[in-house]
């Protein structure tokens, strides 16, 4: 059974850190990007950062860069998303995915539960 875990969410002041992590299982970890993605109340949902499965490149939207680092294990099936310098609207549920291609408008087939972050001002 295929599954992705996220974890490390929670309340946090602005300026403050968490760190996620996406366990996953159930399938070639090592072949597949992951990617997080973020959905607020009332908007769509969008990519926040994606890595690579081949040389661990990285992509990130203009809105975290420079605040937000991910990283992925491959001997732990997990990977991480830093984020630093929380912002309200970094509020969000969070969700990390597996997908073969690492760019945000691929097509996901593997998808979390979601774990929410909330930024107070």
């Known amino acids: 059974e295929v599954q992705l875990v996220e974890s490390g969410g929670g309340l946090v002041q602005a300026g403050g850190s968490l760190r996620l992590s996406c366990a996953a299982s159930?399938?070639?970890?090592?072949?597949?990007?992951i990617g997080w993605f973020r959905q607020a109340p009332g908007k769509e949902r969008e990519g926040v950062s994606l890595?690579?499965?081949?040389?661990?490149?990285?992509e990130y939207a203009d809105s975290v860069k420079g605040r937000f680092t991910i990283s992925r294990d491959n001997a732990k099936n997990t990977v991480y998303l830093q984020m630093s310098s929380l912002k309200p609207e970094d509020t969000a549920v969070y969700y990390c995915?597996?997908?073969?291609?690492?760019?945000?408008?691929?097509?996901?087939?593997?998808w979390g539960q979601g774990t929410q972050v909330t930024v107070s001002s």
């Open positions: 890595i690579s499965s081949s040389d661990g490149g990285t």
């Open positions: 159930g399938f070639s970890f090592d072949y597949f990007a």
């Open positions: 995915a597996a997908g073969w291609t690492p760019d945000f408008g691929s097509y996901y087939p593997y």
